[in-house]
């Protein structure tokens, strides 16, 4: 019984020790708020590194076009370029629709009595 009775003491000294260290954690914004920060974030990110591989991929078919010996390499070169650039487009106009277009609608889906 008193091996009980200070093993319930001890947990509830830790607990009461736990308690008085614990620091309240007070959110900043709200939850729509650091959804869209991040949003933003992997928006820009995502645009940064299909801007340079779009740049890179670029140089590289017109290269493949310029060096190709026959004129239908040639075209297959300029055919990969529109492909990467409509793909970047694509790219970039999904994600800034989703990041800079979507708040401002934030609000019209709302129905008020």
Not at 39 to 65: E, F, H, K, Q, R
């Amino acid at each position: 019984m008193k091996k009980l009775y200070r093993s319930y003491t001890v947990c509830l000294s830790l607990l009461l020790v736990a308690s008085a260290l614990t620091l309240p954690a007070y959110a900043v914004d709200d939850l729509w708020t650091v959804a869209q920060t991040i949003i933003v974030d992997v928006y820009n990110g995502i645009a940064g590194v299909s801007t340079v591989l779009a740049g890179c991929m670029s140089a590289v078919a017109v290269i493949g076009a310029k060096m190709s010996n026959t004129q239908q390499k040639s075209d297959q070169a300029w055919d990969w370029l529109k492909r990467i650039w409509i793909a970047w487009a694509i790219i970039n106009g999904i994600g800034a629709f989703i990041a800079y277009i979507t708040p401002l609608f934030s609000g019209l889906a709302t129905l008020t009595p």
